[in-house]
């Protein structure tokens, strides 16, 4: 079957007093139905932009999404989301791709209830009357896990804590059913118990809707429990591809390398330093035309700075944007 997303070559760039910022520099990746794929980096690697590229959220100006096509295919007609009509936009908005934001006190709507946001999805997208949609609206924060949830739905975004805030936003993602979930890393600044709770509420609404998610974090530790297939970015590009095993047991590129290297392991009792990726990210205020990483790399040589590394096989599934052969020491075979 063909993917539900197919993204080519897209391009995103911001036209500021201070340049032209190269925040997305022709990403393409796949994404099957009803599968998670985990989108990784450090700040300011272009995850976020990526996917709000995808769905024309980024303000023009000064953004602008020079190149690229967002082919998604939810079984009524495969469709390029960057070439659609506004109107026809805002219907698969909220309606077949859902999308959970970074920071939900910001993102809900401080002067109407919860419960009259998530309703306003359904009235909007299903047609639904004003009675059935506060009824269904109420059913969906019981099935996110909102304590008293009928007696909650006329209180106002202030009065929740910051986890069940993101249970409202998931509710409201959720609401239309939709065949994607793109969760904008919904974990951060929760406590480690509460991120326990979004990650399971995720995981086990993907398996009850059967849609597939697109979650985006900084957090390798939750990538290996919710992820089928990862991706990391750097720079505005992808530096590598893989299933969530693969990459974990075999990374190869060394951003990847250097990630991992800095998370700590319970299962670890040789007292290893954790890595220390020097240098800074590049400035995307350059275009881009050598290896974004090649200034923080170990092992970088002459080619790195010439061109920029286009993704290549490195395995079943796995793919990766270096020149460089970490696993046998040398540089790669192009041919």
């Known amino acids: 079957m063909p993917p539900i997303l197919e993204v080519k070559n897209l391009v995103t760039r911001f036209y500021t007093q201070d340049g032209v910022v190269h925040a997305v520099n022709g990403v393409s990746f796949e994404l099957e139905e009803g599968e998670t794929l985990a989108i990784v980096g450090e700040s300011g690697c272009g995850k976020s932009v990526t996917m709000m590229s995808l769905l024309r959220l980024i303000p023009n ?5 020079e190149a690229g096509q967002a082919i998604f ?35 809900l709507n401080p002067v109407l209830t919860i419960g009259e946001q998530i309703a306003e999805s359904l009235i909007e997208h299903l047609r639904m009357p004003e ?26 975004p202030h009065q929740f804590s910051g986890g069940m805030r993101q249970r409202v936003m998931i509710a409201m993602a959720i609401a239309c059913v939709p065949k994607i979930l793109i969760a904008d890393e919904p974990t951060t600044a929760l406590d480690v118990t509460i991120q326990a709770q979004i990650v399971d509420l995720v995981t086990r609404l993907r398996g009850e809707l059967g849609m597939a998610v697109i979650w985006i974090t900084h957090d390798l530790g939750v990538v290996a429990g919710i992820a089928d297939r990862v991706q990391v970015m750097y720079g505005g590009m992808v530096a590598e591809r893989a299933r969530v095993d693969d990459l974990y047991d075999c990374p190869q590129h060394p951003y990847t390398i250097g990630l991992l290297g800095a998370l700590p392991r319970l299962d670890d009792t040789t007292n290893k330093r954790l890595v220390n990726i020097k240098g800074s990210p590049p400035d995307l205020l350059t275009a881009p035309a050598h290896c974004p990483f090649a200034a923080r790399c170990p092992y970088a040589f002459e080619r790195c700075w010439r061109e920029v590394p286009a993704l290549r096989p490195a395995g079943v ?13 040398r540089p790669r075979d192009d041919g």
Do not use: K, M, W
């Not at 100006?61 to 999404?65: E, F, S």
């Not at 599934?317 to 020491?329: I, K, L, Q, S, Y």
């Open 73 to 107: 295919d939810d079984g009524f007609g495969a469709r390029d989301l960057l070439g659609l009509p506004e109107p026809d936009l805002r219907q698969v908005r909220g309606g077949r791709i859902g999308f959970v934001f970074q920071d939900p006190l910001t993102s």
């Open 131 to 156: 009675g059935p949609a506060r009824e269904r609206a109420t059913e969906l924060l019981e099935h996110v896990g909102l304590p008293a949830a009928r007696e909650r739905y006329t209180n106002y």
């Open 61 to 65: 100006p000064p953004a602008r999404i």
């Open 317 to 329: 599934g796995h793919h990766v944007a270096c020149f460089f052969d970490v696993e046998n020491g």
